[in-house]
C-alpha cells in the first residue's frame, strides 16, 4: 500500500530535549516536506526536499533541522524544543512533473513540548 | 494580509443543500489550485483541482476567477459525509511543487 509513515503519532516532551520526528514513503517520491498546522493558521511549510541531500527552508523553519540520506526517509529533528513548537506536524511526499501536484500526507503527528 | 484566505465557518448546512465556499488569493502570478479535503485530525488529501474553464467532479465543482482572485468550490446535495475541512491551497510562482500556501481552511457540518 502506498503510503507515508510518521512517527511517533503522538509526543509529550518538555523544554530542550532533543527529539526526532521519522518520516518514510514507500512511492519513490523525489520530493518531501514538513508542515505544521496551527488553529486558525493552516499548514506552514518548515522544510522541504527536492532529492537526497538537497533541502531547503520553508516558511517556518527556525527551531528545525531536517535530513535526506535517502529518499524514503525525511526525519525532523528539534534540537531543543520550545513550548512554541506544540503543534500538529504533517510530512508530505510528491513526485515532480505530475499534475496537479498532489502532495500525499503522513497522518500527522501531535507534539506537545511543556 | 494572508496570503491565501478562506471563511472558517462553520457553515452548518442540513443533507441534501447546496453549500459553496470562497477563497481570495493574493498573488495574482499564482498558477495553480486546489482543494484539499481534512477530516478532523487526519491528514489533508486532494479532493480537486481548479482549472480556468472550472470543472467538476461528481457532486463537486471548482471555479477559478483570475480577475477577482479567488476559487470557489460548491457541493451539492451534501451528504453527512461531507462534513470536513476544506482546505484552499494555492501554487505560488514561478511554479514548481514546492510552494503550496495553504488556507487556514472552512469547515462544513453537514446535519441530518
Known amino acids: 500500500e502506498a503510503q507515508v509513515t510518521q512517527n511517533p503519532r503522538y509526543l509529550i516532551t518538555v523544554t530542550g530535549k532533543k527529539l526526532t520526528v521519522t518520516c518514510s514513503q514507500n512511492m519513490n517520491h523525489e520530493y518531501m516536506s514538513w508542515y505544521r498546522q496551527d488553529p486558525g493558521l493552516g499548514l506552514r511549510q518548515i522544510y522541504y526536499?527536492?532529492?537526497?541531500?538537497?533541502?531547503d527552508k520553508g516558511d517556518v523553519p527556525e527551531g528545525y533541522k531536517v535530513s535526506r540520506k535517502e529518499k524514503r526517509n525525511f526525519p525532523l529533528i528539534l534540537e531543543s524544543p520550545s513550548p512554541n513548537q506544540t503543534s500538529l506536524y504533517f510530512c508530505?511526499?510528491?513526485?515532480?512533473?505530475?499534475?496537479?501536484?498532489?502532495?500525499?500526507f503522513g497522518p500527522g503527528t501531535r507534539l506537545t513540548v511543556t | 494580509r494572508k496570503e491565501v484566505e478562506q471563511d472558517p465557518g462553520p457553515f452548518n448546512v442540513p443533507e441534501g443543500a447546496t453549500v459553496a465556499f470562497n477563497c481570495t488569493y493574493s498573488n495574482s502570478a499564482s498558477q495553480s489550485f486546489f482543494w484539499y479535503r481534512q477530516d478532523c485530525r487526519k491528514e489533508p488529501k486532494l479532493l480537486m483541482s481548479v482549472y480556468s474553464s472550472g470543472n467538476e467532479d461528481g457532486r463537486f465543482t471548482a471555479q477559478l476567477n483570475r480577475a477577482s482572485q479567488y476559487i470557489s468550490l460548491l457541493i451539492r446535495d451534501s451528504k453527512l459525509s461531507d462534513s470536513a475541512t476544506y482546505l484552499c491551497?494555492?501554487?505560488?510562482?514561478?511554479?514548481?511543487?514546492?510552494?503550496?500556501?495553504f488556507g487556514a481552511g472552512t469547515r462544513l457540518a453537514v446535519h441530518p
Open positions: 491551497v494555492v501554487e505560488l510562482p514561478p511554479g514548481g511543487y514546492n510552494k503550496l500556501i
Open positions: 526536499s527536492m532529492n537526497v541531500e538537497v533541502t
Open positions: 508530505a511526499s510528491s513526485s515532480p512533473g505530475r499534475l496537479p501536484y498532489e502532495q500525499y
